[in-house]
T-cell receptor, first 113, second 112 residues
């Protein structure tokens, strides 16, 4: 049973526009969320995280929003650049459920020049 | 350079032949884990370790073993590989459960 879901397998965006990647989760015990970016033939790299005590975290062009009541988080990339083309995974964890990480299935973002 | 090193990068083996995928990190991280990536399923955690001699099952531990005898190493052992273990495997380490995780470059395993 997938506890973290990314329902959009792919997304295409024009360069300079906003990319919005979405993630839903089912377990209300999750209290820490992360986004990773993955290029082909490489391991995932950390992008940004957010604790459940916050509803927004910003790092340069990347902002993560957390809506706990909806069990939903989103990653905004503004402005999008061709180098952002990659697969993005969201992940969730909680020390209250054994320190496991649960990843979504990923969204492949293509930024069109 | 801070890194997580996995070996081998590619491996083709036959059903039932025991194999080990090594993972080593040079960042003195406490938390290490193994994932497999399969199409349509994303990354699924196999095993994780909070510290030396402390390991625990992730989401898909069946058919795998791990050990954490030293802080830097976290090998993944497949005692009797089967074709359904054909996958892309990643090792990762972080300072803590909420720390930034560094991933290795992956090991593509094919079991025939």
């Amino acid at each position: 049973d997938q506890q973290v879901k990314q329902n959009s397998p792919s997304l295409s965006v024009q360069e300079g526009r906003i990319s919005i990647l979405n993630c839903d989760y089912t377990n209300s015990m999750f209290d820490y969320f992360l986004w990773y970016k993955k290029y082909p033939a490489e391991g995932p790299t950390f992008l940004i995280s957010i604790s459940s005590i916050k509803d927004k975290n910003e790092d340069g062009r990347f902002t993560v929003f957390l809506n706990k009541s909806a069990k939903h988080l989103s990653l905004h990339i503004v402005p999008s650049q061709p180098g952002d083309s990659a697969v993005y995974f969201c992940a969730a964890t909680s020390s209250g459920i054994g320190n496991q990480f649960y990843f979504g299935t990923g969204t492949s973002l293509t930024v069109i020049p | 350079e801070a890194q997580v090193t996995q070996n081998p990068r590619y491996l083709i083996t036959v059903t039932g032949k025991k194999l080990t995928v090594t993972c080593s990190q040079n960042m003195n991280h406490e938390y290490m884990s193994w994932y497999r990536q399969d199409p349509g399923l994303g990354l699924r955690q196999i095993y994780y370790s909070m510290n030396v001699e402390v390991t625990d099952k992730g989401d898909v531990p069946e058919g795998y073993k791990v050990s954490r005898k030293e802080k830097r190493n976290f090998p993944l052992i497949l005692e009797s590989p089967s074709p359904n273990q054909t996958s892309l495997y990643f090792c990762a380490s972080s300072l803590s459960i909420t720390g930034v995780a560094f991933f290795g470059q992956g090991t593509r395993l094919t079991v025939v």
